[in-house]
């Protein structure tokens, strides 16, 4: 059940990064193109995304623990923005999907997405029972 909320969260995080059109982030939906499968696009794109966080994201921030340390974490938003690049790259093989124009700008989106992400995160948090 986390992963499925996490996608439908992340999901949401690409979409509000999309409208934003300075950043030159957009999801290309696939055919026709109507708000059906936009939402599907974005479901795929935020699911790609979870699994490239997870699997590859948690490989790289092991193994970036010590300049993780020397940047006081400033590394992480260099390597979400890499794994946000990642994601494009991954989904450029099909006619539709994610696209982050510049890698800069993507950096910007993975802030954005990792902010989103965060108060989400706060929002859905499993109640402790005492």
Do not use: C, H
Not at 68 to 85: P, V
């Amino acid at each position: 059940m986390g992963f499925l909320i996490r996608v439908v969260v992340n999901a949401f995080a690409i979409w509000v990064v999309t409208l934003i059109p300075a950043l030159g982030v957009t999801v290309i939906a696939f055919p026709p193109g109507a708000t059906l499968q936009l939402v599907l696009t974005l479901l795929l794109v935020a699911a790609i995304f979870a699994l490239v966080n997870t699997i590859i994201g948690t490989v790289i921030k092991v193994l970036a623990f010590p300049i993780y340390i020397l940047t006081l974490g400033l590394i992480g938003l260099l390597i979400n923005a890499f794994l946000l690049w990642l994601t494009a790259w991954l989904t450029s093989f099909w006619n539709f999907g994610l696209r982050v124009e510049d890698f800069w700008w993507g950096l910007v989106a993975a802030i954005i997405i990792s902010l989103i992400n965060w108060v989400f995160g706060i929002i859905l948090r499993p109640k402790r029972k005492d």
